[in-house]
């Protein structure tokens, strides 16, 4: 079946600017995380969506990060001011166990 | 002291090498140890996946755990040009929590 799919691929915005970043997961995975991968620092942990729950925000790094999870399914992860700082791959993931299947990711570059 | 410390690399060896790949951590209240790769411009994928303390071998690959001294490593035989990718070392706390990794050791194995 179909895997973890996740647009855009690349995506270079001007500093300032808001990105909005989309996850498809495995149909009937439970749980959806995102991930930030920038060099340097490895996979940091953004967010994690479990069901019907209150999503686990404790990794965003600021006020400027947001996600929603729509109809159990479909994520979107939303980068409001973009700084620089904010140049990394965003990989996305979900899971029906222990094991996190992860997208391809999505590219970001603020310039 | 960091939660996991891995060596990030580039490891180089000849294809046929035995590789050796590790990562300490210090929180104690990891229970389950896991080995992704991950190709380049690709999401990681789970290779292995271990709970107990002691050795588990899958085909080429052996995942050992030391939990007295919080230190796991992933035994490769055999290296072959198409195991060339960077091996990140992850830690859930339970099973669909978040995944604590290490900054990965990127390997290159020549022909």
Known sequence: G???????????????????????????HT??????????????????????????????????FSAERTGGSVSTLTIQRTQQEDSAVYLCASTSSREQFFGPGTRLTVL | QKEVEQDPGPLSVPEGAIVSLNCT??????????????????GPEL??????????????????????????????RDSQPSDSATYLCAFPLSGYSTLTFGKGTMLLVSP
């Open chain 1, 2 to 28: 179909a895997g973890v799919s996740q647009s855009p691929s690349n995506k270079v915005t001007e500093k300032g600017k808001d990105v909005e970043l989309r996850c498809d997961p495995i149909s009937g």
């Open chain 1, 31 to 64: 749980a959806l995380y995102w991930y930030r991968q920038s060099l340097g620092q490895g996979l940091e942990f953004l967010i994690y969506f479990q069901g019907n729950s209150a999503p686990d925000k404790s990794g965003l790094p600021s006020d400027r």
């Open chain 2, 25 to 42: 951590y210090s929180n104690s209240a990891f229970q389950y140890f896991m080995w992704y790769r991950q190709y380049s411009r690709k």
């Open chain 2, 47 to 76: 290779l292995m996946y271990t709970y107990s303390s002691g050795n588990k071998e899958d085909g080429r690959f052996t995942a050992q755990v030391d939990k007295s001294s919080k230190y796991i490593s992933l035994f490769i």
